[in-house]
């Protein structure tokens, strides 16, 4: 498994209709919801249908032609980077240290930048359960890319359809697929689904150390920049201990 370096690499144009071939999987939380399943293992460790969140994530990104991942880790990152040995195999994987200080989402991008070799990129929280619908998710998120007019697209999934949710929406989408806040409307009709395709241009002076990914998203709404796509198939919030039966009980009926 390749340590982390901070040394440049040259980015890799991609065409926009192929899922690019570098994928950041977000991977260093702490996973505070999942007690006391997160005790003793980090939450992308935590199994659902048999298998670890973690490679849940990995085996959809393989399948749709991702070639290498950079993980960050922080919270037992001993056992995460254990476990990524096993997947040097089928994945080329390099690691981005967060063991200092936990940068959260936006600034464990800005920190896993110089490992990242291609842009557009693809960037999915590792502790995301999805299935695919009529099309694999990541290739039609890839079929809608366009980098003239975007910096950020979005998989976003319907409210009602949104597994295990509690929360009230994330986002309101135009007709065009430019994506706007809640704000104060009382529901949103589409909920991030934790994946999504970003440009390198988006991390242009963001700011240093811990920052939120929604400040990157702000940013690119202000522009008219940041757009969504909705997935076709299923999604399942998978936070807490509980969501874990309701996720498997939901797949065992479909």
Not at 24 to 31: D, E, S, T
Request: charged residues 25%; neutral net charge; aromatic residues 6%.
């Amino acid at each position: 498994m390749a340590a982390q370096s901070h040394r440049a690499l040259r980015i890799r144009p991609e065409i926009p209709a192929e899922v690019p071939k570098t994928a950041m999987v977000m991977a260093a939380g702490l996973g505070k919801r999942m007690r006391p399943l997160t005790a003793t293992r980090p939450k992308p460790l935590v199994e659902v249908a048999g298998k670890a969140l973690l490679d849940h994530v990995l085996d959809r990104l393989r399948a749709a032609g991702v070639e290498r991942v950079v993980v960050n880790v922080h919270y037992l990152a001993d056992a995460l980077e254990a476990h990524l040995k096993a997947r040097v195999k089928d994945l080329d994987v390099a690691v981005s240290d967060e063991r200092a200080q936990l940068l959260e989402t936006g600034g464990g991008l800005v920190r896993a930048r110089p490992l990242i070799d291609c842009d557009p990129f693809l960037a999915v929280n590792s502790d995301n359960f999805w299935v695919d619908g009529p099309s694999d998710s990541l290739k039609l998120l890839a079929s809608q890319w366009d980098g003239a007019k975007m910096d950020c697209l979005l998989l976003l999934v319907p409210l009602a359809r949104a597994g295990n949710h509690g929360g009230v929406g994330d986002f309101h989408m135009d007709s065009g697929g430019r994506l706007r806040r809640r704000g104060k409307a009382r529901v949103a009709p589409f909920v991030y689904t934790g994946i999504q395709l970003m440009s390198q241009h988006l991390l242009d002076d963001a700011p240093e150390g811990p920052f939120s990914t929604n400040i990157l998203w702000d940013k690119a709404i202000a522009q008219g920049r940041c757009f969504g796509t909705v997935h076709q198939g299923l999604w399942f919030d998978v936070g807490t201990p509980g969501a874990i039966h309701a996720t498997e009980h939901a797949l065992a009926h479909e």
